[in-house]
């Protein structure tokens, strides 16, 4: 069985150079972590050449036993290594959108997709305790919208892992992005981190083609946007780039694998681009 190694092109920046012993996992921890990841199923290693996942949270220095808030976790693909990870000391928050932002994508959001919304916390919470098994972390799940006034100042880290480009796309529509990071900065202890991967477009693309509709942004509107929310940089990393994905006019990102959502004839030279070029970022709350 493949061994994932926990090597990363990681760049350190300034003063802040000091995270370099926090991203750093004890050998234990390291253990841990990369036999979580090979006891998951087949369907689910089969994307960790493209995800990264042990080098990913290696970086962000997520270990045992810490409070995590997982953001827009889907259908549990990072959950379910990091529920059994953190162990029965820790803690794993789910944290969807807020409900009102979910209307904004379209006409597909029906009310059955939203009463479906309105079940996830509950839904979300019973699974993410059955993927970490007996010493599993404990499990909630919230919005952005009703994060408890008791989390303030409790949570190690918060993953936003390609989650941030739906929230810039209507962050002039109702300030969702804003209002994630407020949330986020609050929730956060001091010197807490955000560890982000988020699907990016190079820097010489019109910014109108990275704002977040085709689901990509700019390394520089992210850090920006995190700066100016008060949050410092403290690392990035190459782990997750992909050279080969460049999108041109009228692309977007769900023409690539998983989704796939091209036209026949184009699918075979998506597949050999593989998953998106994905830029890693460390941020930590001031």
Wanted: charged residues 25%; hydrophobic residues 40%.
């Amino acid at each position: 069985m493949k061994k994932f190694g926990l090597i990363a092109s990681v760049i350190l920046l300034g003063a802040c150079a000091s995270h370099s012993l926090t991203n750093t996992l004890s050998k234990e921890n390291s253990a841990r972590l990369i036999s979580i990841t090979q006891s998951l199923p087949s369907e689910q290693q089969a994307r960790y050449a493209a995800r990264h996942p042990v080098e990913t949270l290696s970086f962000f220095g997520v270990k045992p036993g810490d409070t995590v808030v997982e953001v827009l976790p889907g259908d549990g693909w990072y959950s379910k290594i990091l529920a059994p990870y953190l162990g029965k000391n820790g803690q794993l928050i789910g944290v969807d959108y807020s409900l009102d932002l979910w209307p904004k994508f379209g006409s597909w959001v029906n009310t059955e997709f939203i009463e479906g919304r309105k079940r996830w916390p509950a839904e979300w919470s019973a699974n993410a305790r059955s993927w970490g098994g007996e010493d599993g972390a404990a499990a909630q799940a919230y919005t952005f919208a009703n994060l408890p006034a008791d989390l303030t100042g409790k949570v190690d880290s918060v993953l936003f892992i390609r989650a941030l480009h739906n929230l810039a796309n209507y962050e002039n529509d109702g300030g969702y992005l804003t209002q994630a990071l407020s949330e986020t900065k609050r929730v956060l202890k001091p010197g807490g981190i955000v560890g982000i991967v988020q699907h990016a477009m190079s820097e010489d693309k019109p910014d109108a083609w990275a704002s977040g509709k085709n689901g990509y942004l700019k390394r520089s509107f992210i850090i920006s946007f995190m700066e100016n929310a008060g949050f410092e940089l403290v690392a990035e990393s190459d782990i997750n780039k992909n050279p080969k994905d460049d999108p041109q006019a009228g692309e977007n990102v769900w023409r690539l694998p998983p989704s796939l959502d091209a036209k026949e004839a184009d699918k075979e030279k998506y597949r050999a681009m593989g998953e998106s070029n994905r830029v890693t970022l460390l941020f930590r709350k001031k």
